[in-house]
């Protein structure tokens, strides 16, 4: 009889239990050490609390659009144990499914802190002492957790990193969000329709600075028009706290004043401590471990997914990482559509209006001479738009003039993370827009902006 490979993770949050529940599926030993909950941060502090407070202040917005939807104003009134109770059950909801899908594949999970003991063994201090597992193959996914710069001392009072503000102990009156990426940008939007004042403090010259600037121009419009300050090209240097409430300290002397502060400014690798250096495991000047296109690092047999790789931080990467590890160490030829191209991957940034992105964006192209065609069309000509009362925002879908192939697209406007998907389709799968044109969609839906663009 085979003997089944020994697969010990560590981390069981996307990346990690998604690399569990497909090696056992495919016949491996699996054990996951988790010191804290399967699900990950991307449960507990990310990707689920966050847009859990983003669709309560979405529902009050809903509440106060009443008006044009026929109703009498209405009112909302937020109820911040109410809130607060709705994440924990959200969490504990996903995070039962995925300790059931774990149980029910026969995946062992460790409760511990694990750190490699050696390239082929893991040691893990639990609760009741520690325990040595051996392994054929070992992954790594640590995830991240937020950057504190030196001259900053989050108190998780008035001072706060994104762990701590699900919901804070008081509600801000006004906050300041230092960081305008897609994190920085959310929590904007999250504390403006919770009725918090924000200002923004923006240390380049617009938000969201990765991104098209026309979908960037288009957030900053709708940040104005909500009362949201932007102090553009101010790079925070220190924080005060004065009067109950705190001073942020910009490097141009502009100094930004609110009840609370909100740090927003990226992500470190949870890499130190595991031993990966002692093992001989090659990490780059940041602490992320160094992985090929099957996400192994310089050691064969130790793989690496997730945050702590290095890629795009994104829990959807992770997870599609972690399923594409678990083919690999069972010694399947990873299949095409597994192979990750990261520059394909779909994103959202969950504001209002909410923005989505895939492949090739238009000033990418420009910046790098690359002939393309850009189609755009706006939702206020969409039926759905309107009977939403929402016609905010457009589709642009970026295509290869000589062969039709759709490179790319941008979506503002409602639902842009789901519309998206259509593009991410069209675009992982090297479709011509007469493809997207051709799909028969539902009438009336946002969707039919899409092939209206592509036509
Ligand atoms: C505010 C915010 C919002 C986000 N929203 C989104 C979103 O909407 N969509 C999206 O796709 N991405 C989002 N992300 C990014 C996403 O959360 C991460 O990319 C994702 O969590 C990465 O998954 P992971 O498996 O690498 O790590 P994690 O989810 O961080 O899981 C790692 C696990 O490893 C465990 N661990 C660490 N060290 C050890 C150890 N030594 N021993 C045992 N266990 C250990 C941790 O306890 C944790 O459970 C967001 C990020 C932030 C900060």
């Not at 996903?94 to 390239?119: C, F, N, Y």
């Not at 008035?158 to 959310?186: D, F, K, N």
């Not at 879908?397 to 409602?414: E, F, K, N, Q």
Request: glycine share 10%; aromatic share 4%.
């Amino acid at each position: 009889m085979r003997v089944p490979v020994r697969l010990v993770i560590l981390g069981g949050g996307p990346a990690g239990n998604q690399a569990a529940t497909n090696a056992a599926r495919l016949g491996a030993d699996v054990t996951v050490v988790e010191r804290d909950v399967v699900g990950g941060a991307a449960h507990l502090w990310d990707c689920i609390p966050s847009k859990a407070m983003i669709a309560t202040g979405a529902a009050i917005e809903f509440v106060e659009r009443a008006p044009g939807m026929g109703l009498a104003p209405l009112q909302a009134v937020i109820d911040a144990g109410a809130m607060k109770h709705r994440i924990l059950s959200i969490e504990d909801k996903l995070r039962g499914s995925i300790e059931a899908l774990l149980a029910d594949q026969g995946v062992r999970v460790v409760r511990g802190t694990g750190r490699l003991s050696g390239p082929h063994g893991v040691v893990v201090s639990t609760a009741g002492g520690t325990e040595e597992i051996e392994a054929d193959a070992i992954l790594v996914a640590t995830g991240s957790r937020p950057r504190i710069p030196d001259w900053c001392r989050p108190d998780g009072d008035r001072v706060l990193t994104t762990r701590q503000a699900y919901p804070p102990p008081t509600m801000p009156e006004h906050l300041v969000v230092i960081g305008s990426g897609v994190t920085g940008v959310e929590f904007v939007h999250m504390f403006a329709s919770l009725g918090a004042g924000v200002t923004l403090v923006v240390s380049r010259q617009q938000v969201l600075p990765k991104k098209d600037p026309e979908v960037a121009a288009a957030l900053e419009e709708e940040f104005l028009r909500r009362g949201v300050k932007l102090l553009i090209g101010a790079r925070a240097v220190g924080i005060d706290h004065e009067d109950g409430g705190v001073a942020v300290r910009c490097d141009d002397g502009r100094v930004a004043r609110g009840s609370h502060a909100l740090l927003a400014i990226g992500s470190v690798p949870n890499s130190k401590g595991l031993g990966l250096e002692e093992a001989g495991v090659e990490v780059d000047e940041l602490g992320y471990v160094r992985i090929n296109q099957h996400c192994q690092s310089n050691l064969p047999h130790l793989y690496a997914a997730g945050d702590v790789s290095g890629k795009l931080p994104l829990s959807s990467v992770a997870a599609m990482q972690g399923r594409m590890i678990a083919e690999h160490v069972m010694g399947m030829q990873a299949r095409e559509h597994r192979h990750l191209d990261y520059d394909k991957a779909a994103q959202a940034v969950f504001t209002e209006p909410e923005i989505a992105e895939v492949g090739v964006a238009e000033a990418e192209a420009f910046a790098t001479g690359r002939k393309i065609r850009v189609t755009k069309v706006p939702f206020s000509s969409n039926p759905k738009a309107l009977i939403n009362d929402d016609a905010r925002g457009f589709v642009k879908i970026v295509s290869d003039p000589a062969t039709g192939i759709v490179l790319g697209g941008s979506i503002v406007g409602r639902s842009a993370a789901e519309l998206i998907s259509v593009l991410a389709l069209a675009v992982n799968c090297n479709l011509r827009v007469v493809d997207v044109v051709d799909s028969l969609l539902v009438h009336p839906s946002l969707a039919e902006s899409l092939s209206e663009a592509a036509e």
